[in-house]
Nanobody, 126 residues
Framework: QVQFVESGGGLVQPGGSLRLSCAASGFFLDGYAIGWFRKAPGKEREGVSCISSSDSTTYYTDSVKDRFTISRDNAANTVYLEMNSLKTEEATVYYC???????????????????WGQGTQVTVSS
C-alpha cells in the first residue's frame, strides 16, 4: 500500500518536546516535497511545515517557526518533525503527505498532498 506511516506521538507536558517520524511505505519519497499537517476534530487540516526534495528547503507556518524543525533522510525514506516548546493547543493528530506539485514546496493546501497515513496523536497536557 502506498502511504506514509507516522509515529512518535505521545503525551508531553506543555513546553516539552517530541520527535515525529514519517516513513514512506510502498514508494520512495525522494521525488516529493513532504508536508506535515495537523487536524483537530471539527477543523480543517492545517499545514505545519514542508521540506522540498530538490534542496531540502524548509517552510513553516508562522505559529511554529523557531520551535519546530523538519528534516528528511532520503536513504531512510523518512521525514522527521522535531517539535519543541509544545503548547496545549497543539495537541491533535499529526499527518504527513507527499506533494502532488512535485519536488518543491508550494504551500499548505492539503488538497495538493496525498498518501496520507493514519497519523500520530500528540497530547500536550500537565
Amino acid at each position: 500500500q502506498v502511504q506514509f506511516v507516522e509515529s512518535g506521538g505521545g503525551l508531553v507536558q506543555p513546553g516539552g518536546s517530541l520527535r515525529l517520524s514519517c516513513a514512506a511505505s510502498g514508494f520512495f519519497l525522494d521525488g516529493y516535497a513532504i508536508g506535515w499537517f495537523r487536524k483537530a476534530p471539527g477543523k480543517e487540516r492545517e499545514g505545519v511545515s514542508c521540506i522540498s526534495s530538490s534542496d531540502s528547503t524548509t517552510y513553516y507556518t508562522d505559529s511554529v517557526k523557531d520551535r519546530f524543525t523538519i528534516s528528511r533522510d532520503n536513504a531512510a525514506n523518512t521525514v522527521y518533525l522535531e517539535m519543541n516548546s509544545l503548547k496545549t493547543e497543539e495537541a491533535t493528530v499529526y499527518y504527513c503527505g507527499a506533494s502532488l506539485m512535485g519536488t518543491v514546496c508550494s504551500g499548505f493546501a492539503s488538497h495538493e498532498y496525498d498518501r496520507w497515513g493514519q497519523g500520530t496523536q500528540v497530547t500536550v497536557s500537565s
